[in-house]
């Protein structure tokens, strides 16, 4: 199907030009119905230079979001890496934010990619939600529904969720919202995924409803290091209200602690929690520090 020719115009900010001298692919399937994967990756300078944390595993979940979703990835994931830290070297960025995103061509049916471009953009940034605790409140949005859209794919198209939950949270006061799943249960934040402590034991909502976030994976593996019981689990409102304390997990933010949801003020100390352990762990494991489980 061909969309235009170097005769096609199309009408741009006031203007008519011609649809092929346009810095945009127009005609695409990522710009009309979101449909480009995308993917998140912190770079970091550690006292082995810049270090790109946990790469890899990004690209890997970059090239199953394109396979699950019929995006073509016909890229190697070693490569990806690669072109990476040359982007970073070029930029000269040594503490930044990378965005992968695989950018599907003209088609304006609703059927599977005929073509996919691969784009990669890196700026400094400093962590998402601040260092400071965050206020959060409980959305009236939810999380999708898996049977809409399959949770564990970052695909553009899902973050218009994501940008009504969070402009709806921040217009009554607050920093982030934290969504419910279709049945209730908690699920995680807009970008982030989330963690309670109880008792002196960390919970963290299961699969299946919520994006497989490596930094929960992290955190997880950093508790099991630290001997740090950490439970999987279905959690209710109810459990989030009465925890003692709770915290987010995301690439672009890191570990940042939630000080109150909505009314409720968390009544541990951060400083005291096995959240902010878990976050000087992280800290020293990006930064390549040895014995990063260490602390001190
Ligand atoms: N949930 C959503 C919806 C996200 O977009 C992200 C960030 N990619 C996360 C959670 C956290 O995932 P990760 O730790 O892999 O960055």
Same mark, same amino acid.
């Given at each position: 199907?061909?969309?235009?020719?170097?005769?096609?115009?199309?009408?741009?900010?006031?203007?008519?030009?011609?649809?092929?001298?346009? %810095?945009?692919?127009?005609?695409?399937?990522?710009?009309?119905?979101g449909y480009s994967a995308i993917e998140g990756i912190r770079a970091y300078n550690t006292h082995n230079g810049t270090r790109l944390?946990?790469?890899?595993?990004?690209?890997?979940?970059?090239?199953?979001?394109?396979?699950?979703?019929?995006?073509?990835?016909?890229?190697?994931?070693?490569?990806?890496?690669?072109?990476?830290?040359?982007?970073?070297? !070029?930029?000269?960025?040594?503490?930044?934010?990378?965005?992968?995103?695989? @950018? =599907?061509?003209?088609?304006?049916?609703?059927? %599977?990619a005929v073509e996919a471009t691969m784009v990669i953009l890196a700026w400094e940034w400093g962590p998402f939600l601040g260092t400071d605790l965050i206020?959060?409140?409980?959305?009236?949005?939810?999380?999708?529904?898996?049977?809409?859209?399959? %949770?564990?794919?970052?695909?553009?198209?899902?973050?218009?969720?994501?940008?009504?939950?969070?402009?709806?949270?921040?217009?009554?006061?607050?920093?982030?919202?934290?969504?419910?799943?279709?049945?209730?249960?908690?699920?995680?934040?807009?970008?982030?995924?989330?963690?309670?402590?109880?008792?002196?034991?960390?919970?963290?909502?299961?699969?299946?409803?919520?994006? %497989?976030?490596?930094?929960? !994976?992290?955190?997880?593996?950093?508790?099991?290091?630290?001997?740090?019981?950490?439970?999987?689990?279905?959690?209710?409102?109810?459990?989030?209200?009465?925890?003692?304390?709770?915290?987010?997990?995301?690439?672009?933010?890191?570990?940042?602690?939630?000080?109150?949801?909505?009314? =409720?003020?968390?009544?541990?100390?951060?400083?005291?929690?096995?959240?902010?352990? @878990? !976050?000087?762990?992280?800290?020293?494991?990006?930064?390549?520090?040895?014995?990063? !489980?260490?602390?001190?």
């Amino acid at each position: 199907m061909k969309y235009f020719d170097k005769n096609t115009w199309v009408y741009l900010d006031g203007e008519f030009v011609k649809a092929n001298s346009t %810095p945009v692919d127009l005609f695409g399937q990522s710009l009309h119905y979101g449909y480009s994967a995308i993917e998140g990756i912190r770079a970091y300078n550690t006292h082995n230079g810049t270090r790109l944390f946990k790469a890899e595993q990004h690209y890997e979940r970059l090239r199953f979001s394109c396979e699950r979703t019929g995006i073509l990835f016909r890229w190697e994931i070693d490569e990806l890496v690669e072109k990476t830290y040359q982007l970073l070297e !070029q930029n000269n960025l040594r503490n930044a934010y990378v965005r992968p995103m695989v @950018i =599907t061509g003209h088609n304006m049916y609703l059927t %599977p990619a005929v073509e996919a471009t691969m784009v990669i953009l890196a700026w400094e940034w400093g962590p998402f939600l601040g260092t400071d605790l965050i206020r959060a409140t409980l959305s009236p949005y939810q999380r999708p529904n898996p049977w809409s859209l399959p %949770p564990d794919v970052k695909i553009s198209g899902q973050y218009v969720a994501s940008i009504l939950a969070t402009t709806e949270a921040i217009k009554r006061g607050f920093d982030e919202a934290i969504l419910l799943d279709q049945e209730g249960f908690v699920a995680q934040a807009s970008s982030n995924n989330l963690f309670i402590e109880k008792d002196a034991k960390l919970f963290t909502p299961t699969l299946g409803h919520i994006f %497989p976030g490596i930094t929960r !994976q992290t955190a997880l593996e950093i508790a099991k290091a630290l001997n740090i019981e950490a439970e999987e689990k279905r959690l209710s409102p109810e459990d989030l209200l009465t925890a003692d304390s709770a915290f987010l997990t995301g690439t672009a933010t890191g570990i940042v602690g939630i000080a109150a949801i909505d009314d =409720t003020v968390f009544p541990q100390e951060w400083a005291d929690t096995l959240g902010a352990t @878990i !976050q000087r762990a992280y800290k020293n494991l990006t930064l390549e520090k040895e014995n990063y !489980q260490v602390i001190i």
